[in-house]
């Protein structure tokens, strides 16, 4: 398996000079940077793929809570013996209200709990934690106050778990909202929630919602906290959203509609996930987007965690995988309009249209949004026809917006030829190019920026993930052999951080039940959350980022698979520190002395970070969360030289005091 990966990734000519060779000199020059690097150079890339916001960030646990899925009573099962045929009804009032139609009218008669009743499965089931408070809230009308609700958990058994009573006091035509709590008194991955109407009367129900009290910042209705944690603790430099392939939508009438996600949470337009039907091996029937994470709370979070936002519309376009619709180019206006009006929204002051809109929602500072990308994965003449279209208008208005475009689905061939050299001829802003290939691409192609020009458009990498088996496999697998091989990438990425000054792995997130695309950077499951190796590569690199480009060598030459080798440094001026990063890609132990060049004085020992497995196939597991995790320590600088031991498929950190 060693050997097959070495001679796979690196070349079985580049395998003999390792095993011969056993000391190597790094040449390091720190007087010599060779450009900056971006504060937004490591960032995270968000879909909603693989329940990454229903069922993932967004905590609401209730499945389908306005009945709005294609089968309005799916997530929902009937319990009791005193329903009778016509008690529970879904009714539809399209033309009222299109944007929320459904909602269930329940008629019920002397009704006892236990005797007409509701169960919601939640997503995968509920995650429910024991001495947690849960905030359950919905949507009521009624002629004649006469019925109450009982809120009531249980566990997969369906033994109660945490009970409260909602009374239901309003009458007439209007909607209202009634709310209660109750703490779980057990800890259960798979719960469930039973709603018991007691009395009698007729009541409407709709946007039946229950929510754990610890969500992120603690706030109401909020983004489930462990999953957030794990972003903030990384330091992104942006947050790419809303994805993606769901940017597109399967046909133009399911893309993303950003401003059908803003504002009242009973007024967002639901619609299918694209995700939902797109692999026959991997169906997810119930896999819709409800936008109770919508751009409002994207850009929000995106402050919390101090990365700048990363909004990408759709152009026009459709999956060119799936429909590959288009829109005529003489009725585009509403989607440049989009464009503009989002913005404002971000933007503009409150006294304008959109920047009061961001107001009502809490926000009246400006979310200073300075990145917008002009589709997703498309390609194309007819991308590119559009792409002008938009570019004109934006840069007209907002100048200083910098325009995301682009390059196609891979990173070479007749697309990306021809998008790459238009796009450089229209002087783009930022490239968007996406490489999902095996370990040894990545490897391979450490040089890939190294000749890119160093003036005109800049690059962002923006989804790459090493694929141990193939593109979309479900044996796809987040293991060290995977990890390393970006690793090994990203420092020429680094080096290169003059050109690419933007970079994020994809996906982001995925729920170990409700996957539809392998690898994925963090796993969870309804209570617990965890980082992958991959997950560990991005967070060394996001934290060890540095803002000088420094030049290393090895034989006056890059190091960018040498001996099994990859290097790149970086100086962090405010910290007046040296970050150097080390790949040992092959099954030997190397000793690699890094001297260092036009440094006057060094402390006399840094920090080392080390990531090091000899078994390339290991993964991280819910059970086993930090299998393969950074370990710190210290090391020795003796005059300007560090001395290092690299491990056999390491990678390796220091951080130097100047």
């Known amino acids: 398996m060693k050997k097959q990966f070495l001679n796979l990734c690196v070349g079985a000519a580049l395998l003999a000079p390792a095993l011969a060779t056993a000391q190597k000199t790094l040449q390091v020059a720190v007087n010599a940077p060779k450009g900056e690097i971006q504060p937004t150079m490591w ?7 693989n329940m990454g916001a229903d069922g993932g960030i967004y905590a609401e646990l209730v499945k389908n809570r306005s009945f709005e899925f294609f089968r309005p009573m799916m997530g929902w099962s009937i319990k009791g013996k005193g329903v009778k045929e016509g008690d529970l009804l879904i009714q539809n009032r399209i033309e009222e209200k299109p944007s929320n139609p459904r909602y269930l009218q329940a008629t019920v008669r002397n009704a006892a709990k236990g005797d007409v009743g509701l169960t919601n499965e939640g997503f995968k089931g509920m995650g429910i934690k024991s001495g947690l408070r849960y905030d359950f809230s919905v949507m009521y009308r009624q002629q004649a106050p006469g019925v109450k609700l009982h809120v009531e958990l249980t566990d997969s058994t369906g033994k109660a778990i945490g009970s409260t009573v909602v009374n239901l006091p309003n009458a007439g035509e209007e909607w209202h909202k009634a709310t209660g709590s109750l703490t779980a008194t057990a800890t259960e991955a798979k719960g469930r929630m039973n709603l018991w109407l007691e009395g009698t009367g007729r009541v409407d ?14 706030r109401p209705g909020g983004m489930r906290a462990d999953m957030i944690q794990l972003l903030a603790d990384m330091k992104p430099g942006f947050v790419r959203f809303p994805g993606g392939c769901i940017v597109e939508g399967y046909d133009l009438s399911q893309r993303y509609q950003w401003k059908k996600t803003i ?13 939902n039907f797109e692999f026959a091996h991997r169906p997810s029937p119930d896999y819709f987007q409800t936008f109770g994470l919508g751009f409002f709370e994207y850009f929000q979070l995106s402050e919390d965690i101090g990365a700048e936002p990363l909004p990408i519309l759709n152009c026009g376009m459709a999956c060119q995988f799936n429909t590959a619709e288009v829109v005529p180019l003489d009725e585009l206006d509403p989607y440049v309009q989009d464009a503009l009006d989002l913005i404002e929204f971000a933007n503009g002051d409150v006294q304008t249209k959109w920047g009061a809109v961001r107001a009502q929602m809490g926000h009246p500072a400006p979310f200073n949004l300075k990145y917008l990308g002009i589709g997703n994965e498309n390609w194309g003449p007819q991308y590119l026809d559009r792409l002008k279209i938009f570019t004109k208008a934006v840069k007209d208005k907002y100048p200083n917006i910098q325009l995301i475009t682009s390059s196609g689905t891979d990173p070479n061939g007749d697309r990306f030829d021809l998008l790459n050299t238009e796009l450089r001829k229209m002087n783009a802003d930022i490239i968007d190019e996406h490489y999902y290939r095996p370990p040894g691409w990545f490897l391979q192609n450490a040089r890939r920026y190294d000749n890119y020009p160093r003036n005109g458009s800049k690059v962002f990498a923006g ?3 090493a694929q141990t088996d193939r593109i979309a496999s479900p044996n796809n697998k987040n293991s060290w052999k995977a990890a390393i091989a970006e690793a090994a990438f990203m420092t020429g990425l680094e080096r290169n951080a003059d050109v690419v000054t933007m970079a994020s792995y994809a996906p982001l997130f995925a729920h170990s ?11 969870v499951d309804n209570l617990r959350a965890y980082g992958t190796p991959n997950y560990y590569v991005q967070k060394l690199y996001s934290l060890n980022k540095g803002n000088k480009i420094i030049p290393v060598t090895l034989g006056n030459e890059t190091v960018a698979g040498q001996d099994s080798l990859f290097a790149s440094a970086a100086v962090d001026t405010k ?30 020992q840094g920090k080392l970070t080390v990531m090091q497995s000899s078994d390339l196939d290991l993964v991280n597991t819910l059970n086993n969360p930090q299998a393969l995790a950074p370990k710190e320590s210290t090391i020795a600088v003796k005059g300007k030289a560090v001395k290092l031991n690299a491990q056999p498929y390491s990678f390796n950190v220091v951080r130097i005091k100047m």
């Not at 960032?43 to 793929?49: P, S």
């Open 463 to 465: 989804e790459y993930a």
């Open 205 to 218: 129900l709709d946007m039946v919602s229950l929510f754990p009290t610890d969500t992120w910042k603690g």
């Open 513 to 523: 039940e409700g996957w539809q695309w392998t690898p994925d950077m963090i796993w």
């Open 575 to 604: 910290t007046n520190e040296l970050i150097l990063k080390l790949v040992n890609a092959s099954e030997q132990a190397q000793d690699v002395t890094m001297n260092l060049q036009g440094v006057k004085k060094l402390a006399a």
């Open 263 to 275: 504002g009242p949470l009973e007024d967002r337009q639901l619609v299918i996930n694209r995700w």
């Open 43 to 49: 960032g995270v890339f968000f879909e909603d793929i």
